[in-house]
């Protein structure tokens, strides 16, 4: 009798509660560890850093607090608003030939028959290959005071604003292009069809619909050559001369004085504008709206003997500066010494007789480029999987999407000085970080972060709703959907991120440029140290190492990417 009724109070009795482990789904759990890593990535790599250097800014010497005295300090010296001024003249400047010289070249490329556009495409956008350096040791080989064409300038001195005004917009006109050619591209050909009809002259036209079908680009535009040119370091170090940047201050108060609280201060100063500019772009992207729909067609030109031979000549005059430009930076490579010995001699790539470094600086790129593209890739694709397709976590997933586009506001230099704040203090956990390779490619992810993770959200918001509903209808894992479904179909999209990360890893300097040991210098940094020691010939050459690897993995880009897309790309074939 007491076992029957043992057995039935074991019936009726509810059982012991589960614990939160057995609770929570596997999905859950793989994706609260995903959030919490990358949550924790952004604090330590980013926050943390950007903190201290808030801290700085108000500190003295022996780190007292003393409030805004820094900043009175600073903001009364002279020479302080002659920095100011030249960046704002040159973001100004820059800006406004670069978008008027892009939108020519987009419009040549997407609305004209013209020949060789792919030719062209290519020349177009073949700075962005380049470190920014080399540009400017381009500029002093033409112009400079021993330059083969000074007489072009008319007595004008290269070494100044008017240097690096070309410098800077030879470095971000690709970056214009490719936002304008994106933008032009998707155009409603029913407009121009209704334009026609009602016999509106080609000039209306343009003005009534080509201008603001493209308004948005051009914006963006705008904003983000703005951003590049008043944070760009390396032209204006090279090239500068006397006109000081806010850029070039920072880098003098730091590395020049070793006076950290006032590079803190001319950091935030930078970035005022910076943030400025990006919640610009950011309002102007929540305002812009497709123009494009279903219906839509897309618009394809017609031949015009006229159009077609002024944008041929056009993107011939631009392409021919960028070869100019480009060829200068490689001939100069090639001379023994310029330019009292003009014979071509590859001595100038004899690195290990020329520095003391040797080779070891282009073999550290190569080395932070790979692992910045794999470790990168990875991170920002799993990270952004988890904001847009994570089932659940939702205030955490909207937190970390926010702070995903802090890094598009954060220059270079400034984020490399909040590291040396942070990681290099005795009393830090993690200061042993500080000058190895790890911390370089870790600066490197965080800085192009934001352009990775916007891609990553275009591709997997491509994808069908209905894969993830019917996965959770048949009870399928999350984790096993992301490895075999959606993985394998966003592999073209991942490969373009690495890609990206890979070339600007090769390319940057602003954001290393604190952060290096003797065993770390990346081949940026070592260009700009040879050109300080008055080795141009030498730093032409690692310059243009770092082109030709850039330009190597863009053509080995090319072949996988077609079949990439032929493997994975299959589906939206119909």
Not at 250 to 272: P, R
Not at 478 to 488: C, E, G, H, M, R
Request: hydrophobic share 50%; proline share 4%; aromatic share 12%.
């Amino acid at each position: 009798m007491e076992a029957k009724t043992m057995t039935m109070n074991a019936l009726i009795l509810p059982s012991k509660p589960t614990s939160l482990f057995h609770r929570v789904s596997k999905d859950n759990l793989v994706l609260i560890l995903v959030l919490s890593l990358v949550m924790s990535l952004f604090a330590f790599f980013l926050l943390f850093p950007l903190w201290s250097m808030l801290q700085k800014s108000v500190q003295n010497a022996d780190g007292q607090f003393v409030g805004l005295t820094n900043f009175a300090e600073y903001l009364s010296s002279a020479s302080v608003w002659a920095s100011v001024s030249n960046t704002l003249t040159l973001g100004i400047t820059v800006t406004m030939v670069v978008t008027l010289a892009a939108f020519g070249y987009a419009y040549a490329l997407t609305r004209s028959c013209m020949p060789l556009k792919t030719v062209f495409k290519a020349l177009g956008t073949a700075p962005i290959l380049a470190p920014s350096l080399l540009p400017a040791i381009s500029l002093v080989f033409l112009f400079g005071n021993q330059g083969i064409a000074k007489s072009l300038l008319g007595g004008q001195s290269v070494y100044g604003l008017v240097g690096i005004s070309l410098g800077l917009i030879f470095w971000t006109f690709p970056h214009a292009l490719m936002i304008l050619t994106t933008s032009m591209r998707t155009s409603d050909a029913r407009l121009y069809e209704a334009a026609k009809a009602l016999n509106t002259s080609p000039l209306k036209t343009f003005l009534i619909v080509t201008l603001p079908g493209a308004k948005f680009g051009l914006i963006s535009t705008l904003i983000v050559v703005f951003t590049l040119v008043i944070t760009d370091f390396g032209v204006a170090k090279v090239i500068g001369g006397s006109d000081n940047v806010l850029a070039t201050d920072i880098f003098k108060q730091v590395v020049g004085q070793q006076n950290f609280a006032m590079g803190a201060v001319t950091s935030i100063l930078l970035l005022f504008p910076a943030i400025l500019a990006f919640s610009a772009d950011r309002w102007v992207k929540k305002k812009q709206k497709s123009l494009i729909d279903t219906r839509s067609v897309v618009y394809q030109p017609s031949p015009n003997k006229a159009r077609d031979t002024l944008c041929f000549i056009y993107c011939s005059f631009i392409s021919i500066m960028v070869l100019v430009v480009l060829g200068m930076a490689v001939y100069g490579s090639l001379v023994t010494f310029w330019p009292w010995n003009q014979t071509l001699t590859l001595n100038n790539y004899n690195f290990t007789e020329i520095s003391t470094y040797g080779w070891s600086p282009f073999f550290n790129s190569l080395e932070m480029a790979f692992w910045t593209a794999v470790f990168g890739t990875s991170l920002i694709f799993i990270a952004a999987y988890a904001v847009e397709k994570g089932r659940a976590f939702a205030p955490i997933r909207q937190a970390l999407q926010m702070i995903s586009i802090i890094p598009m506001a954060v220059p270079g230099m400034v984020l490399g000085l909040g590291y040396i704040f942070y990681f290099n203090n005795g009393d830090n956990l993690l200061n042993p970080l500080y000058g190895t390779m790890a911390l370089l490619v870790i600066s490197t992810v965080v800085h192009y972060y934001t352009v990775g993770h916007m891609t990553s959200l275009a591709a997997l918001k491509q994808l069908p709703a209905e894969i993830e509903a019917t996965a959770a209808s048949i009870k399928m894992p999350q984790f096993k959907l992301f490895y075999k479904v959606t993985l394998p179909v966003c592999m073209p999209a991942l490969f373009d991120i690495g890609m990206y990360l890979f070339v600007n890893a090769l390319t940057t300097t602003s954001a290393v440029v604190f952060l290096y040991s003797t065993d770390t210098i990346p081949a940026s940094v070592s260009v700009l140290n040879m050109d300080d020691a008055g080795q141009t010939g030498a730093a032409a050459a690692m310059a243009v190492m770092i082109m030709l690897s850039a330009v190597c993995a863009k053509l080995i880009q090319w072949p996988v990417a077609k079949w990439l897309e032929s493997r994975t790309q299959a589906w939206r074939k119909r």
